[in-house]
T-cell receptor, first 112, second 116 residues
Framework: GESVGLHLPTLSVQEGDNSIINCAYSNSASDYFIWYKQESGKGPQFIIDIRSNMDKRQGQRVTVLLNKTVKHLSLQIAATQPGDSAVYFCADLDTGRRALTFGSGTRLQVQP | DSGVTQTPKHLITATGQRVTLRCSPRSGDLSVYWYQQSLDQGLQFLIQYYNGEERAKGNILERFSAQQFPDLHSELNLSSLELGDSALYFC???????????????FGPGTRLTVL
C-alpha cells in the first residue's frame, strides 16, 4: 500500500502498551470531533467521536479526551496490538462551516 | 469493507488530460463526499452531494466538478490536469440529509491518480 504523508509524526510503542495520540485543533467553534484510522492502502475508518458538550468518551479499547480550553484532543488505545498500526487522523466539524477539517495525522507503529 | 466502492483503483495520465473517478455509496446512504489526500496537504474536503444536489463545497478547484446521479453513484471529473493533482481521491458516504453532519462517514478505498 501507499504511504500517506512522508513527514508524519510517528509514535512507536511496544505491543501491549497503551498509546496516546494527540491532536490540536484551531477552530474554537468546532463542536464535534472524530478520530479516524487509516491503514496502508485503505480509506479512513471511523474509530470514535465526541461532541463538544463532553470531555471524555470510551469505546472498545479506545478513549477520546477533549479539552476545549486548550483546543486539544487525544486518543488513547489500551493494550495496543500490531493491528493498530496505522495513521490516525483527528477531524473536527464546525456545523456552521459545513465540512470536516482533518488534522495532518500521526503514524502509530506497534513493535511486537 | 466499508461498503463504499470506488473505481478505478489506480489511474495514470498526462498533464492537460481529463479523468473521471467513480463512487458508489453504501446501500441506503444518500450523501456522498469527495476528499483529496496529498502528501503536502493531508486530507481535504472537496464537495458533498445529497440525493443528487450539491450540499457543501470545500477547496475544490474550478477545474474539478462532480455530480450525483439518480442511482446515487457519484463521479468526480478532473480536467486540465496538473502534476500537483496527483493524489489519493476518496469518496465517503453517509445517511445524512444535511450539510456535513455528525452522521458517520464511511470511506471507500480511494483512487490513486498519478499525473505525469
Amino acid at each position: 500500500g501507499e504511504s500517506v504523508g512522508l513527514h508524519l509524526p510517528t509514535l512507536s510503542v511496544q505491543e501491549g502498551d497503551n498509546s496516546i495520540i494527540n491532536c490540536a485543533y484551531s477552530n474554537s467553534a468546532s463542536d464535534y470531533f472524530i478520530w479516524y484510522k487509516q491503514e496502508s492502502g485503505k480509506g479512513p475508518q471511523f474509530i470514535i467521536d465526541i461532541r463538544s458538550n463532553m470531555d471524555k468518551r470510551q469505546g472498545q479499547r479506545v478513549t477520546v479526551l477533549l479539552n476545549k480550553t486548550v483546543k486539544h484532543l487525544s486518543l488513547q488505545i489500551a493494550a495496543t496490538q500490531p493491528g493498530d498500526s496505522a495513521v490516525y487522523f483527528c477531524a473536527d466539524l464546525d456545523t456552521g462551516r459545513r465540512a470536516l477539517t482533518f488534522g495532518s495525522g500521526t503514524r502509530l507503529q506497534v513493535q511486537p | 469493507d466499508s461498503g463504499v466502492t470506488q473505481t478505478p483503483k489506480h489511474l495514470i495520465t498526462a498533464t492537460g488530460q481529463r479523468v473521471t473517478l467513480r463512487c458508489s455509496p453504501r446501500s441506503g446512504d444518500l450523501s456522498v463526499y469527495w476528499y483529496q489526500q496529498s502528501l503536502d496537504q493531508g486530507l481535504q474536503f472537496l464537495i458533498q452531494y445529497y440525493n443528487g444536489e450539491e450540499r457543501a463545497k470545500g477547496n475544490i478547484l474550478e477545474r474539478f466538478s462532480a455530480q450525483q446521479f439518480p442511482d446515487l453513484h457519484s463521479e468526480l471529473n478532473l480536467s486540465s490536469l496538473e502534476l500537483g493533482d496527483s493524489a489519493l481521491y476518496f469518496c465517503a458516504s453517509s445517511v445524512s440529509s444535511a450539510r456535513p453532519s455528525t452522521d458517520t462517514q464511511y470511506f471507500g478505498p480511494g483512487t490513486r491518480l498519478t499525473v505525469l
